[in-house]
């Protein structure tokens, strides 16, 4: 089976700060990974997502992931936080076939000023 | 429509009774699949529909739960006599396939938001 961890639930940093939200997955084949957003009130929307194209993958509002498979991991970066990107953030896993996302519990970003 | 539609999206119930939740997939998304979020819990994954069919029921809880989809598109999902730990928000995600590349994408809907007094 397929999963992936987040470590810390709750992470907060300042305004400026560099985030960093850590993702380690468990996969018998080579996995597709992504990051998903989620809003207060809101649903989840696609951050960025690897398919084997390249290991430094790219999203959206300054956003970017390194895929390194010796450490099995997917971190999630953005160098410098902005009040905005308080939201809950969900690394995921697809499944055998490809056919199923698997979350992790998610890690809460509080921005403070 | 233009994006993944939820109803309700809130329902309160009284223990036992019956709720039916309902998903409005991306128009020719043909893989449509429900989550439960739970606080502290994640994202659970409940069934996977490709279709009309269900290759994947394997997230259901128990058999108080279960899901149609019609004509490729709307599903409903059924919890029968509710119970208080059934108290969630529960997750539609439609993609047009995921397995592949270049379209593997889930796109959510906002939940419907069910407590079970």
């Known amino acids: 089976a397929q999963s992936v961890t987040q470590l810390g639930s709750h992470v907060s940093v300042s305004e400026g700060a560099l985030v960093l939200l850590r993702c380690n997955y468990s996969?018998?084949?080579?996995?597709?990974l992504f990051w998903y957003v989620q809003y207060p009130n809101q649903g989840l929307q696609l951050l960025l997502k690897?398919?084997?194209?390249?290991?430094l993958v790219k999203g959206i509002n300054g956003f970017e992931a390194e895929f390194k498979k010796s450490e099995t991991s997917f971190h999630l970066t953005k160098p410098s936080a902005h009040m905005s990107d308080a939201a809950e953030y969900f690394c995921?896993?697809?499944?055998?076939?490809?056919?199923?996302?698997?979350f992790g519990t998610g890690t809460q970003l509080k921005v403070e000023l | 429509g233009a994006g993944v539609s939820q109803s309700p999206s809130n329902k309160v119930t009284e223990k036992g009774k019956d709720v039916e939740l309902r998903c409005d997939p991306i128009?020719?998304?043909?893989?449509l699949y429900w989550y439960r979020q739970s606080l502290g819990q994640g994202l659970e994954f409940l069934i996977y529909?490709?279709?009309?069919?269900?290759?994947?029921k394997s997230g259901l809880p128990s058999d108080r739960f279960s899901a149609e989809r019609t004509g490729g598109s709307v599903s409903t999902l059924t919890i029968q006599r509710t119970q208080q730990e059934d108290s969630a928000v529960y997750l539609c995600?439609?993609?047009?396939?995921?397995?592949?590349?270049?379209?593997?994408?889930?796109?959510f809907g906002e939940g419907s938001r069910l407590t079970v007094l």
């Open positions: 529909f490709q279709g009309n069919s269900a290759p994947d």
């Open positions: 996969s018998s084949v080579p996995p597709y």
């Open positions: 128009s020719g998304h043909t893989a």
């Open positions: 995600a439609s993609s047009l396939d995921l397995t592949r590349v270049d379209t593997g994408e889930l796109f």
């Open positions: 690897y398919t084997s194209a390249a290991t």
């Open positions: 995921a896993v697809s499944g055998p076939g490809g056919n199923k996302l698997t």
